[in-house]
């Protein structure tokens, strides 16, 4: 590593306020010297939903979403990443690149959460016009479009740059393919860097070359196998002559992520390409530790959460997503996007090198991948996620480390969705080939501008494996209006409406059965189980009811608590019998001499002449109720309650608070308040031995028993 690389970590950053002063001079600076270590640029692909930095400062966000996408505004830049700054050609809609990224993720509310990336949330209430130009400013060189954009170089006569480690090395970059499909260029090309070749390229931008290029080889095969890119990598060139080192990753491979960091030294690239979106941002903000610990905690905040940014339907199908991802996370033990925290730790080690963030934004992706299944097969995708959650056998786990997760997911699927492995692979394939165009556009651009650059520009792309061979196929035939198709989120097909709709029917449904299942069981409300509050009087006698001789009365009742004005004390129960029956037993109880129980209660409607008549006793049939005196001054009312039935049931209430101990007693009159007197016929002459000051010296009587 040379010296301007080691001291990289320590030099000033520029932030993104800063970046509002920039001037071009300093952005010279920034690229041209490699003293002057700007650690990073990272931008991102495609625009959708509206983004457009320059259309933006315009004013013109009243277009629609499929006319939004500016792919040839070039490489637009995100929210800084500690030192390192991002950008992207796709961002979210309300998406700001002037605005910080650690601000934006600590106000969305799930910031912390690495496997949820796409919980970004950016702030775009401080979006400012300075402070967007002044980005585009520090991120685009305007280019001379007299130069440098007809040749195109052919991989045979193009070498990749030479290395700051060792200038003079002679570098053998092995081309490499799986795909049938590449051009025959493209295939198991073996390239073999040398002086001319380089300088050829460095000519065409303009370079002055600051290191001496070598046509020596070394002999020592040894050497030799470590001056030579990995396997993995396959080797494109732009048209403007700048050459795309594609390095196919698996997304739990530790060798892929070797596989990068060597690359990006090699290659020392102007822009690394990385298949994200800003919505997965996370991914390199979190160490591997951090991710493993969030797949063991998919909660319900980050459900809600999820739903909530995305939807209803496209929400579960990504927490879907997220559950397997997080499932093979822990069953692996290794958090996926190795590769690309790799990529973006090595980038930070080349000056002004930065990572761009070249996928499709994932939710553009969901919306089409559901738009494309019909109803039936939308269903059978969530079971066939559901149920692939099973442990993971070893020879899986080895399977998941040297292949594309995704890739391998979809091949498994794509016999029953066939639509998936389009909107997955092909579109996205389309968006990757087209970012590396930008990217590799924005690269000549610069090496063009800046007669401070070294080495001829390079750019790396850290894409899975399976993504390799259709970016291949599409490189630099890409045009924008092939982008715009595949950004487009399609409106709700019927089906889906249908399905959203039934999908919030079956919520309510849950919920009202919920509440009518669970909160009545839990508080006794509405189903009116045996703690219903208004169950007064169904709850038998009161505790503490005792028996007591009432003197020249006979047996009393009396209760051994407090009673409280109000409480229900018991029912005067008893047999509900005929007014001739009544008749009867009053006749033989008087004849005998035995105390009368038959209570006549007589209920009237509208006047005092009409009435009804209901003859309880519990002579025979009743309860402790039976046993209570009356009383001219009662300390207990008498209520007929209903319940069920239209046969009154005889209710006896404290109508004041009545000391414990102290005798019960009822006005068998049934008034509500004393009477004065009693009328005539009202009394059969038995004497009232109450004692109180209003006693009115009989005992009332209805006189239908007479
Ligand atoms: C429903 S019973 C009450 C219990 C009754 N004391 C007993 O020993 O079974 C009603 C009878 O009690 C007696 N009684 C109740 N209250 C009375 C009062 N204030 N004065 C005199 N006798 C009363 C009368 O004999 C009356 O017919």
């Known amino acids: 590593m040379d010296k301007a690389d080691e001291s990289s970590d320590v030099m000033p950053v520029t932030s993104l306020d800063d970046e509002q002063q920039t001037t071009q001079s300093t952005q010279r600076e920034e690229y041209g010297s490699p003293n002057n270590l700007i650690s990073g640029l990272i931008q991102v692909s495609h625009a959708t939903d509206g983004y457009s930095p320059a259309r933006q400062l315009e004013s013109s966000l009243n277009e629609s979403v499929n006319d939004s996408y500016a792919p040839s505004e070039g490489l637009m830049k995100v929210p800084q990443l500690e030192s390192t700054r991002i950008s992207t050609t796709c961002a979210p809609e309300d998406f700001d690149p002037g605005a910080d990224l650690s601000k934006v993720q600590s106000e969305s509310g799930d910031s912390q959460n690495p496997l949820n990336a796409g919980f970004v949330k950016p702030d775009n209430t401080n979006q400012s016009s300075s402070k967007l130009t002044s980005s585009e400013n520090s991120v685009f060189v305007e280019s001379d479009s007299e130069t440098g954009q007809s040749q195109q170089l052919e991989s045979e006569d193009n070498i990749p740059a030479a290395t700051a480690e060792d200038p003079n090395m002679d570098l053998n970059v092995s081309v490499t393919s799986e795909n049938e499909d590449l051009c025959e260029e493209e ?40 001056m030579k890119l990995p396997e993995t990598v396959t080797q ?177 699927m794509t016999g029953e969705f066939p639509p998936l492995s389009r909107v997955f692979v092909q579109e996205r394939d389309l968006c990757l080939a087209h970012s590396m165009q930008l990217a590799a556009a924005d690269a000549a651009k610069e090496a063009r501008s800046n007669t401070q650059l070294t080495e001829p520009p390079t750019v790396v792309g850290v894409v899975g494996i399976g993504h390799v ?201 049934g008034g509500v308040e004393p009477l004065q007197g009693v009328p005539d016929g009202w009394s059969d002459g038995t004497a009232c031995r109450c004692n109180s000051s209003v006693c009115r010296r009989v005992l009332p009587f209805d006189y239908s028993l007479g």
């Open 469 to 669: 061979a259709g970016i291949s196929r599409y490189f630099e035939k890409v045009s924008e209006s092939d982008v715009k198709k595949v950004m487009s989120v399609p409106p709700q097909t019927a089906a889906s409406r249908f399905l959203v709709v039934s999908l919030k029917l079956s919520l309510a449904c849950l919920v009202g059965y919920g509440c009518y299942k669970v909160i009545p069981k839990t508080l006794g409300y509405f189903q009116c189980g045996a703690q219903c509050a208004n169950r007064l009087v169904q709850k038998g006698p009161h505790s503490g009811l005792q028996l007591m001789d009432a003197g020249p009365k006979g047996t009393g009742l009396r209760c051994d608590v407090q009673l409280a004005r109000g409480t229900f004390v018991c029912e005067y129960a008893g047999e509900v019998i005929g007014a001739e029956e009544a008749r009867r037993r009053y006749g033989a109880q008087k004849e005998s001499g035995r105390p009368n129980y038959i209570f006549a209660l007589r209920e009237h409607f509208g006047t005092d002449d009409a009435s009804v008549l209901t003859y309880i006793d519990p002579t025979y049939i009743g309860n402790v109720g039976r046993y209570i005196n009356h009383s001219c001054d009662p300390n207990l009312l008498i209520v007929p309650v209903r319940t069920d039935t239209a046969v009154p049931k005889l209710c006896l209430f404290a109508r004041r608070n009545i000391p414990a101990g102290a005798e019960l007693t009822f006005d068998y009159g």
């Open 187 to 226: 295939k198991n090309t073996s390239v073999s860097a040398t002086a001319s070749n380089q300088a050829q390229q460095a000519d065409q931008f303009n370079i002055q070359q600051g290191v001496n290029l070598s046509e020596t080889t070394n002999s020592d095969p040894e050497v030799e196998q470590l």
């Open 236 to 412: 494109l060139t732009s048209k403007d002559g700048v050459k795309v080192f594609l390095v196919g990753t698996a997304h739990f491979s530790q060798e892929s992520q070797e596989d990068v960091a060597k690359t990006i030294l090699m290659t020392r690239p102007r822009v690394v390409v990385v298949e994200l979106c800003v919505s997965r941002l996370n991914i390199l903000r979190f160490d591997e530790k951090t991710i493993l610990e969030e797949a063991k905690n998919l909660n319900m905040e980050k459900v809600r959460s999820t739903i909530k940014q995305y939807g209803a339907v496209q929400g579960a199908l990504y927490l879907l997503f997220l559950s397997t991802s997080a499932h093979l996370t822990r069953q692996l033990g290794m958090a996926p996007g190795g590769e690309f925290r790799r990529a973006y730790h090595e980038a930070r080690n080349v000056p002004g090198c930065r990572i761009h963030l070249g996928d499709r934004p994932i939710h553009v992706t969901l919306h089409r991948a559901l738009a494309a299944l019909s109803l039936w097969q939308k269903a059978k995708l969530v079971w066939h996620l559901l149920l692939s959650r099973g442990p993971i056998s070893a020879e899986e786990v080895e399977r998941c480390k040297q292949k594309d997760l995704l890739e391998e997911m979809l091949e498994e």
